[in-house]
């Protein structure tokens, strides 16, 4: 019997219950990993909601790290790029969507709290709308892909040490929202399937 939705196989798990057995790993398996996949990639649609809206409600970006989060734009720009460029399901990679998404809005909150923008967070925003549609439309030599892709783990840890060195600056948070930090870190573990 073969019942395919999303890209995921029902099918045999529907025929070997049917027939009173336990389904085969073979077919639990990737249904179990297209299941969690997509499961990430809802959860993803909301994990930078509570830092957007801790700023929108104290209009405030007081401790937080611009660096941190352009940084981040970046690491999520290279990441869904890559995965778009070589195919990969949706269920792979549709977290990113979501989360570059949220970052790009976030990074626009931050610029709007922030005191007036110096002419070097415009080049740096003009810069990456310039290089974002030629990364993501995957019109870059493959080898530069491929570097640019094993550096988007570096990046998201490099996004992250701005943020620490802030924080421990001001012995405090600040603005920044844990129910978001909780939800990242989740994310990531849950990724590590």
């Keep these: 019997m073969e019942l395919e939705i999303l890209g995921m196989n029902f099918g045999c798990v ?3 219950l049917a027939d ?9 398996l990737p249904l179990a990993s297209k299941l969690l996949g997509y499961c990430i990639v809802a959860a993803s649609t909301t994990v930078k909601l509570p830092q957007i809206l801790k700023i929108l409600k104290h209009g405030s970006v007081r401790g937080l790290s611009v660096a941190s989060f352009e940084l981040e734009v970046v690491g999520y720009t290279i990441a869904l ?16 969507v979501f989360l570059l998404i949220q970052a790009i809005i976030l990074v626009a909150i931050i610029y709007y709290y922030s005191p007036p923008m110096e002419t070097k967070t415009w080049m740096k925003a003009l810069l990456y709308c310039g290089m974002a549609p030629t990364v993501l439309g995957g019109k870059i030599n ?52």
């Excluded at 009173?20 to 639990?28: E, M, N, Q, S, V």
């Excluded at 790029?81 to 195919?87: D, L, M, Q, R």
């Excluded at 620490?164 to 600056?169: E, L, P, R, Y």
């Excluded at 405090?172 to 399937?193: P, V, W």
Aim: proline letters at 5%.
């Design 14 to 16: 529907l025929a070997a």
């Design 20 to 28: 009173a057995k336990i389904p085969d790993k073979g077919c639990l």
């Design 81 to 96: 790029a890559y995965c778009i460029h070589k195919g990969l399901p949706f269920s792979a990679y549709g977290e990113l």
């Design 142 to 193: 493959p080898a530069l892909f491929e570097v640019l892709y094993a550096t988007q783990h570096a990046i998201f840890f490099f996004a992250r040490v701005p943020q620490i060195w802030k924080n421990f600056m001001n012995k405090g948070t600040g603005e920044l929202s844990f129910l978001t930090c909780f939800m990242n870190f989740a994310g990531s573990i849950g990724k590590l399937n």
